[in-house]
């Protein structure tokens, strides 16, 4: 019974994250990130900054 009550919880609890928040899918995935098991992409504009640390930016103002 207290596996129902706590699975229950657990998926309302998925549901009601925000619009922004990848929610139980998110929770999941955190501790692998954390071991280096699932590693994000760098967005290519930091890794253009990685390159060229000390360049200005380009655009409006600069």
Do not use: R
Not at 11 to 16: D, E, I, Q, Y
């Amino acid at each position: 019974m207290k596996w129902l009550v706590s699975f229950c919880v657990i998926t309302l609890a998925g549901c009601a994250s925000g619009p922004g928040s990848k929610g139980v899918s998110d929770a999941a995935t955190t501790p692998l990130s954390d071991l280096n098991l699932v590693k994000a992409e760098i967005p290519p504009v930091l890794a253009a900054a990685l390159k060229a640390p000390y360049l200005a930016p380009a655009g409006p103002g600069w």
